[in-house]
């Protein structure tokens, strides 16, 4: 099919939020706080990207991913760059990426042990129209109070570092192995490209772009599927309608008609500029 609607998983969490975003229904009263919403194809797939947003209340643990090299040296399939943008911010909410100076394996390691590695990450403030790029080997931590829109290379493979004393398992040898304990270095700024139509990133694994509201002619090469993220409004493509708290996948050569009030995002693994 040209245009499929993903199925909707929402992801029970302790650091998570009874009060989700608009298009997402919060949890009833006594149940589990919800941390996650995953968008995902029917039946048992692994499309190159995971697309979520993220509800938090509380910081999240100090990890580290595998870059694809790493996954691959360890019979996984793919490492795991991912992508946040910011949709809402309390005043106070960071966001942890990389260190604040570089540090040694030995330091870092010591530093997850005796709990200091919390003081040496560069927290950052974020606010609502925040992007951040977080390669796979950057050590980073998301704080509590912010609702985010993370793409992802479709990896579920986390090295938690530390976890601020709780007692769930960490994993030191693989996290450290894989990290690059050096400051955090952005991607370049977002790029028009016509009007309405922004790349936040491109490369080195996937694109993302952000558009306003419109029709949007795109044009994917074969075997490359195409994530349709709506924040607001509301759209079509190839005949199959979407709203913001959904997300739909493409194929092939389809104008995307989007309502005059939507931001939208717009994913696919990188291959070419569409």
């Not at 977002?190 to 790349?199: C, L, N, S």
């Not at 949007?216 to 075997?223: A, I």
């Not at 005949?239 to 008609?257: Q, R, W, Y």
Request: charged content about 25%; hydrophobic content about 35%; aromatic content about 8%.
């Amino acid at each position: 099919m040209p245009a499929t609607l993903l199925h909707t998983h929402r992801v029970e969490k302790p650091w998570g939020r009874d009060t989700l975003w608009p298009g997402f229904e919060d949890p009833a009263a006594g149940t589990p706080p919800i941390g996650e919403v995953w968008f995902q194809e029917p039946g048992n797939t692994t499309p190159d990207l995971l697309i979520k947003y993220l509800f938090t209340s509380e910081k999240l643990s100090v990890q580290v991913h595998p870059n694809d090299e790493q996954a691959h040296a360890r019979g996984l399939p793919r490492g795991k760059d991912e992508c946040w943008t910011i949709l809402a911010a309390e005043p106070t909410s960071t966001i942890a990426v990389g260190t604040k100076q570089p540090i040694s394996k030995d330091e870092l390691r010591q530093s997850a042990i005796d709990g200091t590695i919390e003081d040496k990450l560069d927290w950052k403030p974020v606010k609502p129209g925040d992007f951040m790029y977080c390669a796979s080997d950057t050590i980073h931590a998301i704080g509590g109070g912010v609702t985010v829109i993370e793409v992802q290379q479709n990896s579920e493979t986390t090295y938690r570092l530390y976890d601020y004393g709780s007692d769930r398992e960490l994993h030191l040898k693989d996290g450290i192995e894989v990290a690059d304990p050096t400051p955090y270095v952005p991607v370049a700024p977002p790029v028009e490209i016509e009007t309405g139509r922004t790349i936040m990133v491109e490369g080195p694994k996937f694109v993302l772009e952000r558009w306003k509201g419109g029709d949007h002619v795109v044009n994917l090469p074969e075997g490359t599927t195409g994530w349709v993220i709506p924040i607001t409004g509301s759209g079509d493509v190839a005949g199959v309608a979407f709203k913001a708290g959904e997300c739909a996948t493409m194929t092939g050569s389809e104008t995307v008609s989007t309502s005059a009030d939507a931001d939208v995002l717009f994913a696919y693994p990188l291959a070419r500029r569409i």
